[in-house]
T-cell receptor
């Protein structure tokens, strides 16, 4: 299994509070991604990183920010959590080659009340 | 943008064969991936197609027709443990993100 760890695995937070989710990899993969998964929508890309300090937006980036100060860590921050951000968040990593697959972390279930 | 369609749910019998279809509309197509996801778990990679044709991997096979924007995942000799969601995803080449765009997934229920 790819060495990818998400923390925390579960979190309940209140509306309006900041939340940071962490993704840690031991594979030295260049690309890292944050997806959210909601019923009926599948996995949707929030933000991605193609190297240290190199990040860009995905399809559903509003209300989220990311940082990558080290190859192994990719942080997702909800600046002010809203109920619409209740979801399961998955981190994924990839070497970035054309035919290489992405490996997913175990997910973080976030509930905003 | 990309549009990926797959059936929401399917039911099949243990020991049988099931085919899960995926159609996509995208520019700059650069590969199609299938993932399996058991309830409450992470998606895991099953197969990859970039050229037309069939890729076989044990009980699982995946087919691609680029001209038709169509793929299917074929599962043979179904087992109860195959009950899961199957996610179709495409990669496009005109972005630097190398990210996958996913369909909503097909939930497969295998019955005894």
């Amino acid at each position: 299994d790819a060495g990818i760890t998400q923390s925390p695995r579960h979190k309940v937070t209140e509306t309006g509070t900041p939340v940071t989710l962490r993704c840690h990899q031991t594979e030295n993969h260049r690309y890292m991604y944050w997806y959210r998964q909601d019923p009926g929508h599948g996995l949707r890309l929030i933000h991605y990183s193609y190297g240290v300090k190199d990040t860009d937006k995905g399809e559903v980036s509003d209300g989220y920010s990311v940082s990558r100060s080290k190859t192994e860590d990719f942080l997702l921050t909800l600046e002010s959590a809203t109920s619409s951000q209740t979801s399961v968040y998955f981190c994924a990593i990839s070497e970035g080659g054309v035919n290489t697959e992405a490996f997913f972390g175990q997910g973080t279930r976030l509930t905003v009340v | 943008g990309q549009n990926i369609d797959q059936p929401t749910e399917m039911t099949a019998t243990e020991g049988a064969i099931v085919q899960i279809n995926c159609t996509y509309q995208t520019s700059g197509f650069n590969g199609l991936f299938w993932y399996q996801q058991h309830a409450g778990e992470a998606p895991t990679f099953l197969s990859y197609n970039v050229l037309d044709g069939l890729e076989e991997k044990g009980r699982f096979s995946s087919f691609l027709s680029r001209s038709k924007g169509y793929s299917y995942l074929l599962l043979k000799e179904l087992q109860m443990k195959d009950s899961a969601s199957y996610l179709c995803a495409v990669r496009v080449e005109d972005t630097g993100r190398r990210a996958l765009t996913f369909g909503s997934g097909t939930r497969l229920q295998v019955q005894p």
